[in-house]
Nanobody
Framework: EVQLVESGGGLVQTGGSLRLSCVASGFTFSDSAIGWYRQAPGKEREGVAYMVLRDGDTYSEDSVRGRFTISRDNAKSTMYLQMSSLKPEDTAVYYC???????????????????WGQGTQVTVSS
């Protein structure tokens, strides 16, 4: 059974940092493309950052580029989102996702991901 378990969310002040983790099980993690998404109240889910399988290319959306970093530890079957210089507009539920189709390029669309974590709340106070 595929499982993605997220942790690391919380309340932080503007300018602060958080690191989200997502522990994967039930599949060969290194063969998956990974992504982080977020959904703010009343808004649609949006992509944040993505990484291809194994230790390939990464891509971050304009809204977080230079502040958020996606990474993975294949030995631990864990993906991370390091967030710094947080802003109130970063407040959202954050989700990790994996694509198990062995595609070697970045997956941008949420519809291309097969499994999702349960979400973790990040709240940035002003």
């Amino acid at each position: 059974e595929v499982q993605l378990v997220e942790s690391g969310g919380g309340l932080v002040q503007t300018g602060g940092s958080l690191r989200l983790s997502c522990v994967a099980s039930g599949f060969t993690f290194s063969d998956s493309a990974i992504g982080w998404y977020r959904q703010a109240p009343g808004k649609e889910r949006e992509g944040v950052a993505y990484m291809v399988l194994r230790d390939g290319d990464t891509y971050s959306e304009d809204s977080v580029r230079g502040r958020f970093t996606i990474s993975r530890d294949n030995a631990k079957s864990t993906m991370y989102l390091q967030m710094s210089s947080l802003k109130p507009e970063d407040t959202a539920v954050y989700y990790c996702a994996v694509d198990l189709n062995l595609r070697p390029t970045v997956r941008y669309s949420a519809s291309e991901y097969d499994y999702w974590g349960q979400g973790t709340q990040v709240t940035v106070s002003s």
